[in-house]
């Protein structure tokens, strides 16, 4: 059993907005195909199982980058959007917050019904991975949210999340089922998350720790914690500082968007047409699909794709969101039919994005760079759960 690692972040609260909903969940269930269509189910439950991928998929799809709302809100929305279509996909979704969590059990028999997969075995793995966060590990957080990610082939993952209201808190815990053997019979080989690359040092080889059975764990005195390897704790401020992110990574993707055209790119002539702040939008999510974990070390990098919905860093762009969504869904169908041309040319927008970062030197400032994008934002339809953005007076250079 390897348990993926935990996210720390501030407790935020209040609903996404409709509008937000909506897209997210046409977004999610469209970079889930695309992860499926060139990786397989297997990676679809993998990457969910990373805790850095997940925050980076929260911010790209709109939610505030660094809050605990992204568990909820990711999850429920690809809920919504891909247990519509599980038998085509071969992934299920099972669980959520509240009251939703305790119907894990049916909903996972349910599947097993459909698949011939083992629900009891499926169960009580729902089960053990809540009763390991939220009992034989007393560090003051209870779960309160609990979501079961399942593949036809019987791998899944869990994303739970705990509530501290001590210091206003709240804790992810990722985990997965590769390599698992047994919950009791056998103790778990290492506190590791999945190999997904050197930031995560995450290979079974590298795993240092030997953490003890469950029933063993339950028996040690409540202060007793499991050492964690992975770890990412979000800081309590909201907005986006320049600290938060990694300038070369951002300022290269922004200065292809601003200051390159697509059709300056051989590889990109299929996306010839789309505007500059589409284009940023889409090499941010082109990462989401296709980059490697030491992408996804800076997750608030991710929210300058599609903003935030409390306007950190900036409101929604729904016209940028909505063309996102739009290309992604041409290429995905496309692909569906064999003609792989739009889905490469978004896979080599992540490239060149990455290849223009090897060279390039940062010199822009930052928080202009902020301030132009929410003084643009009524170009793009710009929102917050506050309400639609209003053209402003002035305007900011970015460099």
Not at 148 to 154: A, M, T, W
Not at 368 to 383: H, L, P
Request: proline share 4%; charged share 25%.
């Amino acid at each position: 059993m390897k348990r993926s690692g935990s996210a720390d972040l501030p407790l935020h609260y209040g609903q996404v907005p409709p509008w937000l909903a909506q897209r997210m969940a046409k977004l999610g269930l469209a970079i889930t195909e695309s992860i499926l269509i060139e990786y397989g189910k297997a990676e679809v439950v993998r990457r969910l199982s990373n805790p850095f991928w997940f925050q980076s998929l929260g911010a790209v799809m709109g939610m505030d980058w660094h809050s605990s709302g992204i568990t909820t809100a990711v999850m429920g929305a690809l809920k919504r959007a891909i247990n519509p279509l599980s038998k085509e996909l071969g992934i299920y979704i099972c669980g959520g917050k509240g009251k939703f969590s305790r119907e894990t059990p049916n909903e996972l028999l349910r599947i097993a019904d459909q698949t011939g997969l083992d629900g009891t075995k499926l169960v009580r793995a729902s089960k053990l991975s809540a009763k390991v966060d939220n009992t034989a590990i007393q560090v003051g957080f209870q779960l309160y949210l609990h979501s079961f990610i399942l593949n036809s082939d019987g791998n899944w993952a869990v994303v739970q999340q705990g509530m501290s209201d001590a210091n206003s808190t709240a804790r992810r815990y990722h985990w997965h089922s590769e390599n698992l053997k047994s919950f009791v019979e056998e103790p778990h080989t290492g506190i590791c998350g999945i190999n997904q690359g050197n930031i995560l040092n995450l290979t079974a080889n590298e795993a240092d720790l030997t953490r003890k059975t469950i029933m063993d764990m339950t028996e040690e005195s409540p202060n007793h914690m499991i050492a964690e390897v992975q770890k990412l704790v979000m800081p309590r401020h909201h907005d986006v500082k320049s600290k938060d992110v990694d300038l070369k990574r951002l300022g290269s993707i922004l200065w292809l968007a601003q200051e390159k055209k697509p059709a300056d790119f051989e590889e990109l002539l299929l996306l010839e047409g789309m505007g500059p702040r589409t284009l940023q939008s889409m090499a941010l999510v082109s990462e989401v699909i296709y980059g490697t974990a030491s992408r996804f070390s800076d997750p608030a990098r991710y929210s300058f794709a599609n903003g935030g919905k409390d306007g950190h860093p900036f409101p929604v762009p729904v016209n940028v969101y909505d063309e996102t969504i739009s290309v992604l869904n041409k290429a995905i169908e496309k692909a569906k039919i064999g003609n792989t041309d739009k889905k490469e040319a978004i896979k080599a927008l992540h490239q060149i994005a990455k290849n223009a970062e090897k060279d390039f030197i940062p010199n822009m400032d930052f928080d202009k760079v902020i301030a132009k994008e929410k003084a643009e934002s009524w170009k793009y339809g710009g929102r917050t759960v506050f309400g639609e953005e209003k053209r402003p007076s002035g305007q900011l250079s970015l460099f």
